[in-house]
């Protein structure tokens, strides 16, 4: 059988050109593919950050606190408090810097098991009593997961992100946003329940630890106030105890 050298030269550049489209048209569906990592991971939001905030606070399991009144009028009953407590149970062991009877004193208190002690001035020792008797907030509710400074990570709304800042060695992302009124006086005792109040907090990037948090608002209406909170030593050990 003769075979035409004719008809075999002009069939070899076409079944050249056909395999080399596969090969580009395969080439081209693997660039068009998205690599997983990319086609899943996208930019965290501020609330997802106060939600990674929230779980490495109530993980902690302990914390020490400052709490401070700023521009707070003559009527205000808690100035200030400083200690530390523990988020199971919540508790607290500290001072308390607060008006009794009128004039300003700094008043060791513990508070654990739903119970206060307080040293009050010219005492000779603690005293059990409630914070319905003296008419301030339980200061063991700071610490609460659900229903403390934890707790309002996740009641906040229309959550932002603000400024960068360096602290020392530490940079802190600041992210606003509003809490309910009736949240915040829950928490400290105070404030218009039928508002909203700003928030401020400043996160520690990468561990995304809460370093300070400001709530500003009506806290003794109308005139607002603001009460700060610097938190710090995540996790250190902790032990509350009633006197």
Known sequence: MRINRHTRRSTLPIALAAVAALTLSACSGDGDEPDGDEATTTEAT????????????????????????????????????????????????????????????????????????????FSPGFISTTPEDLNVPDPARLFD?????????????????????????????????????????????????TVDFTVEYGLIEESWEVRTVQITGPFYPPDDATYTVTLDEYGEPVTVTAP
């Open 46 to 121: 501020a609330a997802d950050r106060l939600a990674q905030a929230h779980a490495t606070l109530s993980e902690a399991g302990s914390v020490s606190l400052e709490l401070e009144g700023v521009d707070l009028p003559d009527s205000a009953i808690i100035i200030k408090a400083v200690g530390a407590g523990t988020m199971e149970p919540p508790a607290f062991d500290g001072t308390i810097t607060a008006k009794v009877a009128g004039v300003q004193a700094d008043v060791p208190t513990i508070a654990v098991d739903d119970q206060l002690f307080v040293k009050l001035p």
């Open 145 to 193: 997961i659900d229903d403390g400074l934890a707790g309002l990570l996740l009641l906040t709304d229309s959550a932002e992100f603000g400024e960068q800042t360096r602290v020392g060695a530490e940079v802190t992302q600041e992210i606003t946003g509003t809490v309910p009124g009736q949240a915040v006086k829950d928490l400290l005792g105070v404030g218009d329940e």
